[in-house]
């Protein structure tokens, strides 16, 4: 039982680093859309047609912030129920996460991220785990995203050729349709396909697809919010195509993007006090 | 280490408790109290009130080969409060914490109570109104107990801490049997184990960003008698977590070392030894005594695999904090079944005495904030009526 809840628990932590912007380029849509935010909005080529290169080169050019500190909720509704969990974040880089749980069933549950490395810590029992290799295979949520998918770093031009397939119109907004084939079969998807916002430079929605040609999963940016120069997406939604009813909704109450962080927070010692 | 306690030596254990509530509440207030003063006094101040209950219902059977089983039922129904403060601070913050338990036990629970006091195996901070002793006289068939599971202050510069106070030390890395965990005595709570909160005095240092320099003085009532530690732990290299420990047992008059580690290949394995060294004893170590355990979880989809081995040194049965034999074996299977749903099967065996349970639970995530276990457990142990099996729930309500 126990390897069981803090898988899930991690998942949930993992959820989060994604949003922050720690995971890879093989996070959904809703973190590349957080990571591109360094695009000045409206500064987008809508008449020109860019090279699928340009675009990921773009979108890979935006896709960092230095650090990040926000607060969050989690809404997993399976059927007719829904669970929510909160939890605040703070992040350096790609390689440095902290989160921390709120909602009272979860209240205290701490996850720390240095690297590849990472660590949770239950307060009830002061229990330290370092979390397993096997369990970053596990899929988050009962997802087919697991948990390495999370903490990928490396970039999409690094794993995927990319194609630009024209133009698309989704939830209203022009969107640049990107579909990336893995180039070797360590990927962890066959091929995705991104929709690219032309203006505000967010990728509002993504979808995963298994080697058999399945589609696995799609996550779509439902509100995007303009937070100094750039637009932030506050609220994203991750559905599974193999598990019927299920969804995952995020959102992001309050973002602070790039703020001193003291990097003693990111360390064993912040983890267990 | 406690040895078997008479029930006298139970009623005036009894007697001191409620003197000993009492002192920690106003003392686990002060605390709260000047921290929170502290932190008013820099700006800010961050209060967290947390609540759960718990009731844990059962029954049981138990019986001899060839006759009649004798049932029992209980159930324990807990409210926790835990309280905490987060001072704001720049170079150094203050925090506390308190949790405090009010249980009710009927049936079983209350013969389980009396049990583990005739065995030394209850602290003496636990208050029970009526107190076990009358309770025992009178065949009280419900109990009241209260507790304070942790009290702390804590100062923290960043780069090193000082806990003062109740609290859970936890060094194990094991599942069930960790033999480095010197501190924290492990109780079974329903379907799992948990762990009591220590008098203490602790110093925390960092050492880099990965690894904790840890100083811990619990010097009990007779400092002579107090346990007294030096850990150093940390990430040794990428997938290797490791810690070793040295510390003086006063009330066992044991030097104590100890080694322990995980390693990620994929696979987790982690290991755990303990050298039990008493003092004035030969050098050749003819009376030295070692603990050790070993293990590895693996999963494959919805499916974890844990199994774990202790070797429990031979220490005298009955002792050892989980009742466990010399040769012991743990294996559990674990099943998530859906978002809301887990099943898992499990097997705690005493090889040497040929003891042991299996048990099955299903757990529900039921609604927001509330989970519900349900559990079918069989198995043989010791005394007259050695097989038994029962069934029971678990719920737990957070706020």
């Known amino acids: 039982m126990q390897p069981a809840g803090r898988g899930r628990a991690l998942a949930l932590a993992l959820a989060f680093a994604s949003l922050s912007g720690l995971a890879g380029p093989f996070a959904p849509a809703w973190q590349s859309a957080a990571q591109s935010a360094a695009a000045p909005a409206g500064a987008a080529p809508a008449s020109a047609r860019p090279s699928a290169a340009e675009l990921l080169a773009r979108l890979d050019a935006n896709m960092s912030f230095s650090s990040i500190r926000y607060t969050g909720r989690m809404e997993i509704s399976i059927g007719g129920s829904t669970r929510s969990k909160s939890m605040t974040a703070m992040a350096i880089g790609r390689d440095k996460a902290f989160v921390e749980f709120t909602n009272p069933e979860d209240r205290g549950t701490r996850y720390l991220k240095l690297g590849q490395d990472l660590w949770m810590y239950f307060p009830k029992e002061a229990d330290t785990v370092k979390i397993s290799g096997h369990l970053l295979k596990e899929g988050m949520m009962g997802s087919d995203m697991s948990y390495e998918d999370a903490l990928e770093s490396k970039d999409y031009a690094a794993m995927y050729t990319a194609t630009l397939r024209g133009r698309e119109t989704v939830d209203g907004r022009d969107c640049w349709v990107v579909e990336l084939t893995a180039k070797a079969p360590t990927a962890p998807y066959d091929r995705r396909v991104i929709w690219i916002d032309a203006e505000r430079w967010i990728s509002v929605k993504e979808e995963m697809y298994a080697r058999s040609g399945k589609l696995l999963k799609t996550s779509r940016v439902l509100e995007a919010k303009r937070i100094g120069q750039r637009w932030f997406p506050v609220k994203s939604e991750l559905v599974s195509a193999l598990r019927a009813g299920t969804k995952t909704v995020f959102y992001l109450d309050e973002v602070e993007l790039d703020p001193v962080l003291d990097q003693r927070q990111f360390t064993m010692a912040a983890l267990t006090k | ?399």
Do not use: C
């Open chain 2, 1 to 399: 280490m406690s040895e078997k306690r008479t029930m006298s030596e139970i009623d005036r254990a009894g007697k001191g408790q409620a003197t000993r509530m009492a002192r920690r509440a106003i003392l686990a207030g002060l605390v709260l109290v000047l921290t929170g003063a502290t932190g008013a006094a820099q700006g800010a101040s961050g209060m967290d009130l947390g609540a759960s209950l718990e009731s844990l219902p059962g029954v049981t059977a138990s019986w001899a080969e060839g006759a009649e089983p004798a049932w029992a039922w209980g159930s324990t129904t807990s409210a926790i409060v835990d309280l905490g403060y987060r001072g704001p601070g720049e170079a150094v913050s203050a925090s506390a914490g308190a949790s405090f338990e009010a249980s009710i036990l009927t049936g079983a629970a209350v013969d389980a109570a009396l049990a583990l006091a005739s065995l030394g195996r209850l602290p003496a901070d636990e208050a029970f109104a009526p107190s076990l002793a009358e309770a025992a006289v009178s065949g009280s068939e419900v109990l009241a107990a209260f507790r304070f599971r942790t009290a702390w202050a804590k100062l923290d510069w960043g780069w090193a801490s000082f806990t003062a106070g109740r609290q859970i030390i936890n060094y194990g890395r094991g599942a069930v049997w960790s033999p480095v965990d010197i501190f924290s005595s492990i109780e079974t709570r329903g379907l799992s184990t948990t762990r009591r909160g220590i008098d203490a005095l602790r110093l925390k240092a960092q050492l880099g960003s990965t690894g904790l320099l840890d100083l811990v003085a619990a010097p009990a009532s007779d400092t002579r008698a107090g346990t007294y530690s030096i850990r150093a732990s940390g990430l040794l290299f990428q997938g290797l977590d490791a810690g070793a420990l040295a510390a003086w047992s006063g009330e066992d008059s044991e030097f104590l070392a100890g080694a322990d580690f995980k390693l990620d290949l994929g696979a987790s394995f982690h290991g755990e030894a303990l050298w039990l060294h008493p003092a004035g004893s030969d050098l050749a170590g003819s009376d030295d005594r070692l603990q050790a355990s070993a293990g590895f979880d693996w999963s494959a989809g919805d499916f974890i695999f844990l199994a774990e081995y202790y070797w429990n040194g031979v220490v005298p049965a009955g002792v050892d904090p989980l009742l466990a034999g010399a040769h012991n074996l743990y294996a559990v299977l674990s099943w998530q079944a859906s978002d809301f749903l887990s099943l898992n099967a499990s097997v705690t065996w005493d090889i040497t005495d040929d003891l042991g349970s299996s048990q099955l639970v299903a757990s529900w995530d039921a609604a927001q904030g509330a989970k519900l276990a349900a559990w079918l457990r069989a198995g043989r142990g010791a005394g007259s009526r050695p097989w038994f099996a029962g069934a029971g729930l678990a719920l737990t309500v957070s706020f």
